[in-house]
């Protein structure tokens, strides 16, 4: 069926530098993207979402990057601080009527996360 | 304003008993999520409420799940009987409409549910 997923399950980065994570999704029908990060013992946060018909946006110190052509997300995560380490999900929704794949309509479908560890 | 808020947080229970789990969701917020977190995985939802009706529930393993929200507020998630399977972190979320956009969809901690 239809997934999110990601290419690297772990990444270890110094304080100061910038992050790059990514995502393929699969569901060319999806037309809304999301990251959320994760804390140990919490709930997903909402970072920063993107709609199909944009390929960037921008937010406090961080970026999101579509790849319709690929099917690629990325979050650019500038000035990595340590309270930036945790677990970072991607997740893709469908708001046509009809979602190919079994998407069922405004659902939200996440990726498998990346870890991040931010080094002082 | 409070959050999403669950209870409880964590739980451990032997194989085939039963287990409930509670949320409270954001005051005025009618959608409310209750989705299963597997270690390493994203969420996966499990049942959607618009207020007092379930209204995506395809996920949910009818033969051991259950789920109500009676008065279209409070939720809770039943599990009966639990089987090893089942540990994982149960998430409930919680937004103002249908149509909301992701970042209107607020998570509580979660349930970690230990079967053993």
């Known amino acids: 069926g239809e997934s999110v997923g990601l290419h690297l399950p772990t990444l270890s980065v110094q304080e100061g530098d910038n992050s790059i994570i990514n995502c393929a999704y699969s569901?060319?029908?999806?037309?809304?993207f999301i990251w959320y990060k994760q804390e140990s013992g919490k709930g997903p946060q909402f970072i920063i979402d993107i709609r199909s018909n944009m390929d960037k946006r921008q937010g406090q110190r961080v970026t999101v990057l579509l790849n319709k052509t690929v099917k690629h997300l990325s979050l650019q995560i500038a000035a990595t601080q340590p309270g930036d380490s945790a677990v970072y999900f991607c997740?893709?929704?469908?708001?046509?009527?009809?979602?190919?794949?079994?998407?069922?309509?405004?659902?939200?479908?996440f990726g498998q996360g990346t870890i991040l560890t931010v080094h002082p | 304003e409070a959050g999403v808020v669950q209870s409880p947080r964590y739980k451990i229970i032997e194989k085939k008993q039963p287990v409930a789990f509670w949320c409270n969701p954001i005051?005025?917020?009618?959608?409310l999520y209750w989705y299963r977190q597997n270690l390493g995985q994203g969420p996966e939802l499990l049942i959607r409420?618009?207020?007092?009706?379930?209204?995506?529930d395809s996920q949910l393993p009818k033969d051991r799940f259950s789920a109500e929200r009676l008065k279209g507020v409070d939720s809770t998630l039943k599990i009966q009987p639990a089987e090893l399977g089942d540990s994982a972190v149960y998430l409930c979320?919680?937004?103002?409409?249908?149509?909301?956009?992701?970042?209107?969809?607020?998570f509580g901690p979660g349930t970690r549910l230990t079967v053993t």
């Open positions: 005051s005025g917020h009618n959608t």
């Open positions: 569901n060319s029908a999806s037309d809304y």
């Open positions: 997740a893709e929704k469908c708001w046509a009527h009809f979602c190919a794949g079994g998407t069922s309509y405004g659902k939200l479908t």
């Open positions: 409420y618009e207020n007092e009706e379930a209204v995506d």
């Open positions: 979320a919680s937004s103002s409409g249908r149509l909301s956009r992701a970042y209107e969809q607020y």
